[in-house]
């Protein structure tokens, strides 16, 4: 449907709004000013705090209101103003003469419960056409189009624009509107905007006096990732699907309060993209409807819960605290456990976890095995969500550090929930086994963005043979299409010459080993000058239009030609090293290197240390090192790699300390303080990096003719770029050197 004028649509709005839970008895308040939808709050707080503990009767005086809209002045943020919606109550000091019973004492009014949705003392009111007074004589006042009110508290903010118009007008005027200033008082509430036209909307939190970055303006998406109002349907109505579902009850009253994030690392008000919000709600359903009393039915010990597939960088750890904390608030499980399969990031996910939480004491890390089982064992409600490693986890066995079977079992009794990050790491290992076996009541839940799957088993197992059913999936072709995922930028170099390969094979199938012998013999020379026709046999393989695959040169090479010592290894440095001063901004942003396997990734850290010993190059892999052949050579290259990394940054790492070194890696790349050994050398050099940017750069042979996102072969040495303007913060020191590091993965 065509709205030709905005008043229309804003009706259809309304109407689609009261079809979906926001029908409060007494009706659309109309044209409100600010003092309107104070005394309207008034109104609800009175109705909903009556009691003789509370109001005693006697409804809030204009004074005591004045309490409670100067305490959200003095909040200011939406960060902290979250806080306090979602704090449940607020104080005020009674005023009114007629409630002889608290006069002069502080009261505690209820305002809002996040598990309160749709039912209960929650009132949801639309606000047509609020007036914002403005903040300068010289200004004038502003009128919104819709404001979504939730006990009282104008919540949501939304604007519309007519058929035609695109939907930046909109959002642009709500940073019209914020910039002036009328996001202010009471409706410094506010928490989530919304930009909407017929045909698209966007929505995305409150930024406050911040920037308000387009990059966090989200469509939002079906179940299966498909976008809705995201203006590729003009003219279907979208915009009711939009508001039947982000902005219906309870998915609403939801949206306030459980999938908004108050990240204090950063003091940003965050609201979560509806593939996280599937994923939170998928595993807090799933704990909901667990049958803990029945055994369950799995012959491995342990429930599995199932596994959330997100693709790297689409914001994982958001999603699983949200989902961890989703379960410890509604009591539907004792404990909630997240573990990471290395020791190294329980600091950093730590920190994460407590930043996103309502209070930090709300999450709680552990020091060591003991003070996990005593955490573990505490009916307190500050240790319901607990950060721990699965080596931790896996050391809770009975005889080993002083705990007793007895022990174990009442632990095990309770109603344990494990969340697992990175679980296609560690989860075939015994570590798992251990815990699972331990804590064979438990559910278990996992997040990976590289899922096992039948193609590529591990010791005969899956993900979802260990964990269960997927629960959500989001690729990386939808974090790339939605801008959460950098993506591929693919050119391909050659590596051989297209005439010396299609030579080198006719020769291989004609059975000669010169020119010479191939054209003296008939029938060798038959298949060989076959084979060297382009018309006959393409270079790379093809389709005919029947569907039939034709071969190509590159259908008959193997992987002899990446193997280490080849000429392939020194033509991708050899690209690497001749483009990297433009892609790298004059050395202002740092390099991937992916290699296909350990040996690789060895000898092109030698041949950058060879043929660029300006620069700064590391490697990466597992550490691991066991007695199968080629451990020796694993094992030197892991002292080489440690002793050059310690004379580049005065550091002391060794082996056993490795992961310590990762992280300094990881911290170098990240423009993060450098970690560092308890040298005074290391903590001098820990600022060395910390100017740098990131950018990825990946050279990648495949081993096969073709691959999804880039065509490989043997002659080719294929390169890609990841680079976007959100992903690369520019330098603060133009003139620091260049550096590199190549960091090979398996």
Request: hydrophobic content about 35%.
């Amino acid at each position: 449907m065509v709205f030709d004028k905005e008043a229309a649509f804003e009706e259809a709005v309304i109407t689609v709004l009261k079809q979906h839970g926001w029908d409060d008895a007494g009706g659309v308040l109309r044209y409100p000013t600010e003092q309107d939808l104070i005394n309207n709050w008034a109104k609800i707080l009175f109705q909903n705090n009556a009691d003789i503990d509370r109001l005693n009767g006697c409804p809030l005086t204009q004074g005591e209101m004045a309490q409670v809209i100067e305490q959200i002045e003095t909040l200011k943020t939406p960060l902290a103003l979250n806080g306090f919606i979602n704090g449940k109550t607020v104080a005020i000091t009674r005023d009114n003469p007629d409630d002889a019973l608290h006069l002069g004492k502080e009261v505690s009014l209820k305002i809002y419960d996040r598990q309160e949705i749709a039912a209960g003392q929650s009132r949801y009111q639309i606000a047509q056409q609020p007036v914002y007074p403005a903040k300068s004589k010289i200004l004038n006042d502003r009128r919104g189009d819709l404001c979504l009110l939730i006990n009282g508290m104008p919540v949501i903010h939304i604007e519309l624009k007519r058929s035609g118009i695109p939907v930046s007008q909109a959002t642009g005027q709500i940073e019209k509107y914020a910039h002036e200033g009328v996001f202010t008082g009471l409706f410094r509430l506010t928490q989530i905007f919304v930009g909407m036209t017929p045909d698209e909307a966007r929505y995305f939190a409150n930024p406050g006096t911040g920037v308000f970055n387009p990059n966090f303006f989200f469509h939002w998406e079906d179940f299966n990732n498909e976008p809705v109002c995201a203006g590729d349907k003009p003219g279907t109505d979208e915009w009711k699907r939009f508001t039947s579902t982000l902005l219906s009850i309870p998915m609403a009253h939801q949206l306030i309060g459980f999938y908004t994030v108050a990240d204090s690392s950063d003091g940003c008000l965050k609201v979560m993209r509806s593939y996280q919000y599937y994923a939170a709600a998928a595993i807090s359903d799933k704990v909901r409807r667990c049958k803990w009393d029945e055994r369950p039915k799995s012959s491995a010990p342990g429930r599995p819960g199932g596994y959330i597939w997100h693709t790297t960088g689409s914001g994982k750890t958001m999603t699983s605290f949200k989902s961890a904390q989703l379960i410890a608030d509604s009591h539907d499980a004792d404990k909630v456990v997240f573990l990471m399969d290395r020791i190294e990031l329980g600091t950093q996910s730590l920190s994460e976890y407590r930043a996103f939480a309502d209070d930090a004491d709300d999450v709680q890390g552990t020091e060591n095995t003991q003070v996990l089982k005593s955490k573990l064992a505490s009916d307190d409600p500050k240790n319901r969500l607990i950060v721990t490693s699965i080596q931790k986890m896996s050391n809770l066995k009975a005889g080993e550090g002083r705990i007793t079977q007895a022990e174990l079992d009442r632990l095990a009794a309770k109603r344990i929930v494990f969340v697992i990050d990175e679980c296609h790491r560690s989860t075939f290992g015994d570590m798992l086994q251990d815990i699972r076996r331990a804590f064979p009541n438990a559910l278990f839940f996992g997040f990976t963005g590289t899922p096992i799957l039948d193609e590529n088993q591990k010791k005969g197992s899956t993900t979802a043979m260990v964990f269960g059913e997927c629960l959500h999936r989001y690729s990386i072709a939808d974090g790339i299409r939605d801008g959460n995922v950098l993506g591929f930028d693919p050119y391909m170099v050659t590596t051989f010459d297209d005439h010396d390969v299609r030579e080198a094979v006719a020769l291989e199938q004609a059975k000669a080993s010169s020119v010479g012998e191939a054209i003296s013999d008939e029938r060798k020379s038959k298949v060989f000058y076959h084979y060297m026709d382009q018309a006959k046999v393409p270079m790379g393989p093809m389709v005919d239009g029947a569907g039939n695959h034709i071969k190509g040169i590159e259908d008959f090479l193997t992987r002899a030609q990446y193997w280490p010592n080849t000429p392939h290894h020194g033509k991708v440095v050899e690209d690497v090293l001749r483009r990297f001063p433009v892609l790298s901004h004059g050395g202002k942003f740092h390099a991937i290197l992916a290699t296909s396997s350990i040996p690789e990734a060895i000898d092109y850290y030698r041949a950058f240390k060879r043929e660029a010993p300006q620069m700064k190059v590391t490697a990466l892999f597992d550490p691991s090192i066991d007695n199968d052949a080629g451990s020796t050579v694993k094992e030197d290259a892991l002292v080489e790699l440690i002793e050059d990394y310690n004379k580049a940054y005065g550091q002391e790492f060794t082996i056993p300390t490795w992961p310590a070194m990762k992280k300094d890696i990881s911290a170098r790349l990240s423009h993060k303080k450098p970690t560092s050994t308890s040298t005074p050398t290391a903590r001098a050099a820990s600022t060395c990096s910390s100017w740098w940017t990131r950018c990825s750069q990946a050279s990648t042979p495949s081993g096969s003719t073709r691959s999804t996102s880039i065509r490989s072969s043997t002659t080719k040495a294929s390169s890609r770029l990841s680079a976007a303007p959100t992903a690369c913060s520019a330098p603060t020191s133009p003139s620091a050197p260049s550096a590199t590091t190549a960091a090979p993965t398996l």
